[in-house]
């Protein structure tokens, strides 16, 4: 099963390399599609673990494989329904996930390179500063108590960019588990059309929450039809 | 003669100058504390560099960016064991040895083609390697660019970065895809 | 030959080790630290106080009831004063105001947590207030903790660091901060 230690998990595009050589295929569109159960299977294993034990590492990490899920289910819409059309910005986006996983895979002996010497090294050491000089006082020649409360002042303003810049990724992160419950739920509630589900939420939670019903539909706990692309997607308990 | 004596001079002075010091100098630093021209001193640090590859020194000078400070040859670190810093005996997680090593081969970068490559917001990462002094980073234009620190070259025993097994053939990788991208189209997302 | 060979290496490794001790090492010490006996130890002492006789060599070895250490040549003595003067009465950095008013406002503070705060490593700067006696800094458990010197509160005029304006306000930022990071995770922050 899981590792919990998240020094475990690797990141999205190192994932589907992995997928993709294990089905021994090269980086192609099809092949893409072929794994992207697979690794949306990962992506709910990692959200399962996150839930079990919380850890900001491992949302990172699942925040970086949502955005890489959305483009595989994509890809894999267009395979299963060829007649879709893809606007500009997905085609691009999506040629632009192969063309970093060609990438990658030039680049991967490389992270193996610098693991390894990074576990095999030998350091060299340098001295402290003025390691011989004691202590002098020497205090600079402007310098007021104002100063030292603006530098402050600015350094925590700093900090609360950073802080929101945390709680907007965190934000970002509504694991699958819980919205296949959300989901099942509201279809027992009697809500029967795709799009009364995901009004009023962000495109981020929209694209897990077709994760969820992908999922849903793989586990045959739903049906779902759609008479026409772009149209609403039914939804009906089975 | 003469001036071959005051070459030895200057050498002797900057050894001097870089063990008291400790942290790295550059050309014009030295020049200005040594009193002499900056040819004089890029003159001294050839010569000093030359000196230590004797056997019987102890020392390398560690080259970065145009910096230069002394430290200890790696083979000797079996017996400075104890000088190791606590925060670098930890392993990397897979997402800091990634964007490491892109740090590593493909310096100066920026962090919009670390995402790229990555795939993957580099934010968390980067700050990590920047509080551990991993990495460095210096303002160009209105963005960061990232290189490995002295602290880096000097954890891995290099004396400078191109002594990291296999930097030509990962140096290509990295020419190749950039100049094939700017050479492709005028609006990059990932490169602005 | 052999002999010679590993000589030459005790001379090398000797080097390495005294110029990153910087502290006064006797015989036993130096023969523990290097792993040869205290008659190598001795030989290896001699030949790079030879050694250091070069004209091309800025240090010497000095020698205080059978402790030895490195130290630089005398006769740069008075331009390495003014260097070390001059560096001491540099104007403050924008970096460095930024971490003395950290330690200012919110000591006693440790290295990890200016660091997590700052977002980047601040080692050299933590050593330059140190020796500029701005800060100074104590142990506690294994780790050193950071606050304003008595020297330097009295420069400002201050008798504690409560009369700091805006300090209580202040005080409950960091207050809020860490108390926030930690509940977040059970990772320490600092060292995520």
Redesign the interface.
Known sequence: MFEMKSVEFSGPLDKLLELIEGKKMDITRISLAEVTADFLTYLKDLTQANQENKNDSLSRIIADFLVVASQLILIKSKAILPEIELSEEEEESIQDLEKRLELYNQIKPMLAVLKKSWKENSPSFSREMFSSIQPVFYPPLKISINDLKLSLQSLVDSLGSFILETEKIERQIFTLEEKVAELSQRITDGISKFSQVISKKSRQEAIVMFLALLHLLRDQVLRVKQSEIFKEIELERV | MEEN?QN??N???????M?????PMDLEKLSK???ISTEEAKTALE?LKN?LLS??????L?EKGGSF????????????DN??RE??K??????S??T???I??FSPISRAQID??????S??IL??L????LVDRKMKGNMYLYEP???F??????ENISQ???FVR?QQ?KDN?FSAESSKSENQPAFI
């Open positions: 004596k030895q001079n050498v002797a002075a900057l050894e001097a100058v063990f008291l010091y400790g942290e504390v040594m009193k010569e000196n056997e019987n020194r102890g020392l390398i560690i400070v002394l430290a200890t040859k790696p083979e000797f670190s079996s017996f400075l000088f190791v925060n670098l930890e392993d990397l997680t897979p997402a040895l990634e490491l090593s892109l590593a081969y790229y490559i990555r795939g993957v917001n934010s968390f700050r990590n920047l509080i551990r002094g620190s002295f602290d070259l000097k954890h891995l025993g290099l990291l097994p296999e990962f990788i895809y």
